[in-house]
Every structure is written in C-alpha cells, then in structure tokens.
C-alpha cells in the first residue's frame, strides 16, 4: 500500500520559515516526479514547486526566491523550505508524486499552513 505521509505544518507570523516534509513508502515504483500543492479557501489546487526524476524543479511564480525544494531519494522523501512566509502563503499543502510505469498519481493527506499578519 503506497504512504503518502506529510509533517511541518504549523502557525507562523509573516516572514517567518517552515519545512515541510514528505516521506513516500510501499509499492510505489520509480517515482518519476515529487512535489507540493496548495489550496486555500475558495481558491483552486495549485502547484507549489515539482522535481522530477531528473532533478529539474519548477517553482510557481509567487513562491519563486523564498521556497526550495530538495528531496532524499534514498528515503523517497521530498523537502519543501519556505522562508519569508506571507499571509497569502495560507493554505492546505499537499505532497504529491507521480510513480510506476503507468505513471499514478498519489497525494498526501495535506498540512496547514498559517501565516498570520
């Protein structure tokens, strides 16, 4: 059974840093992509940041300069550093991986973000 499991959540005032973790367990298979998504209140998922298998990242434009994604591919973990911490920064944060040869998609179980003013 494949285990999505998220940590590092939490209230922080603005500028201040979390780091997320996600650590991907069973079945899962080459893992072709890692990354993160946030959705707020009233507002559609959206990419965060994206490694893929080959190490390239991808950062939403917003996020650009104070978010770094980094992973662990010996653990199958997958980092995301957020410094400078905004208010618009608020959201759940979903771990996401895209795996195996039939290229699923799994998704964690999500943490909150707050970031007050």
């Known amino acids: 059974q494949v285990q999505l499991v998220e940590s590092g959540g939490g209230l922080v005032q603005a500028g201040g840093s979390l780091r997320l973790s996600c650590a991907a367990s069973?079945?899962?298979?080459?893992?072709?992509?890692m990354g993160w998504y946030r959705q707020a209140p009233g507002k559609q998922r959206e990419m965060v940041a994206t490694?893929?298998?080959?190490?390239?990242?991808i950062y939403a434009n917003p996020v650009k300069g104070r978010f770094t994604i980094s992973r662990d591919n010996a653990n199958n973990t997958v980092y995301l550093q957020m410094k400078g911490l905004k208010p618009e920064d608020t959201a759940v944060y979903y771990c996401?991986?895209?795996?195996?040869?039939?290229?699923?998609?799994?998704w964690g179980q999500g943490t909150q973000v707050t970031v007050s003013s």
């Open positions: 996401h991986v895209n795996a195996g040869f039939w290229k699923n998609d799994y």
């Open positions: 490694m893929t298998s080959g190490g390239n990242t």
């Open positions: 069973g079945s899962i298979g080459s893992i072709n992509a």
